[in-house]
Each structure stands twice: as C-alpha cells, then as structure tokens.
C-alpha cells in the first residue's frame, strides 16, 4: 500500500496510488507522496510525461481520511493541509508533463489532487467528480478554488465548488476538467507521453512550469489569505457536526 513510482520506456514513469479502499489521503500517504515527488523533481533528467493513477482502482481518491484526522487540533489540522498544498506545488512544478488517469471517481481531496496536473482523463463509466465540502459544513480551500478555475472556468469553479454538487463524466469533459474521455485513459495517456517523449528536448516540460507558476504564485497567495477562514468553518459547530459524523460513517466501513 501507499506509493509506488514506476519509471517506463521513453522516460515516462508513473505515479501509481495504493491505499485501500477509497484511496484515502491519510496523513502516512500523504507523506509517501511528498516525498515521492520530492525525489522526482531532485532527478536530473526529469520524466519527459508524468502518469498520476490508482492503477484501475475505480475510486482515484475519496479524498481526506477523516477517520484519522476528524478530531486533530486545528494546529495538527493546519500543518496537514499545509503538506498536502506543498505536494500540489510540487506537481505543478516538475518540470514534466503531467497527466491523471482517472478510471473511477474523484471527489474532495482526490479531485483537488488531480487538479495538479496539465490534463485529466477520464474513463467512461459512472465515476463521479468533486467538492463536497459545503456538505459537511466546510469551505473549499481557496488555494485548490484558485486551481479549480485555471483548469475549468470562473463559472464553473464557483457553481461546483458552492454547491458541493457532483459531475460525470460527460460534464467533466464539457466543462474542461477533463481533456478526454475514453473507454481507455490508461492507453490513451500512454499515446500522449509517447508523443511527448518524441520532442527534443525538455521544451513541454519548460513551458507547462512557465505556466504553473503563474498559477501557484495564486494560489499560495489565496491560501495565506484565507487558510484562517478555511479552518475556522473545519471547527465551527456545524462543521464539526457533520465531520465527526462523518468519519464515524467512514469508519464503521472498514
């Protein structure tokens, strides 16, 4: 369970995640992730396309797990959410292209995490994608709201993001989430990286971190505004309600 890098021909490697049911993003993942992509961004040679997957799972990520984390402190809770805006960074600054195959749903934290590469896609069947957050009485972090909206529209960023409402995979594709949907995303991301892999040079990967900056420098701004907001609502007595609740649902399942 946890992380395994798998590094293919034409320098293209693969970020498989493996953590049980759900693929929840416990804080020991969350660790392994971190310093997974730590790794990668100290390679000389960076992959030419990175693969973020679950390795068929039909759920990419359920998001935070709340079991472990429903009743932290808010100074514990902070520095969790601090780690996991940091592994955004690193994704969106690696100096390769970068693509999440999504072959089951993704939803709170799991969607977030996807947001973090250049294109999502999507397979066809009923996963789901989004932000339930308002559900649970808890504000969408402004950082991954900034994010949101770079990779979808102003539009669409605030009505997902507001309603908690959840997208298929059509949706997906219509609103630019995703740039394909296919019967095949694994298949289909491997004829991308080895188009990718064909270009001389590191030109894609330069310029996808030209533009992931931009968007970064945003969101870590919005995140140093409103993180205080951000955990006010995680502790306010509505959120906690429902939290608590929650992780008690999501722990009797195990």
Known sequence: MGIEIKDLENNITRLIIRNGRGNPLSPAL?????QSMGEL????????TLIIDADGSSIFSGGFALPIIA???????????????????KILSIE??????????AVAGGFILSLASDIRIVGEGKARFGLPEVDLGVSVPAGPCVLLESRTSPRFALDIASTGRLIDAQEALESGYARYKTAKPMDKAMEIATSIAKKPGNGTGKTRHYFNQRILENMNSAD???MSDFLDTWFSPAGQACIQAQAKRLGSKK
């Open 41 to 48: 961004l100290e390679r000389p040679t960076p992959p030419s």
């Open 224 to 226: 140093k505004r409103f």
């Open 96 to 105: 390769s292209f970068t693509i999440t195959v999504l072959e089951g749903s």
């Open 30 to 34: 969350l660790e392994e992730l971190d």
């Open 71 to 89: 009743s932290w402190p808010r100074e514990d809770l902070h520095a969790f959410f601090d780690r996991f805006l940091s592994i955004l960074g």
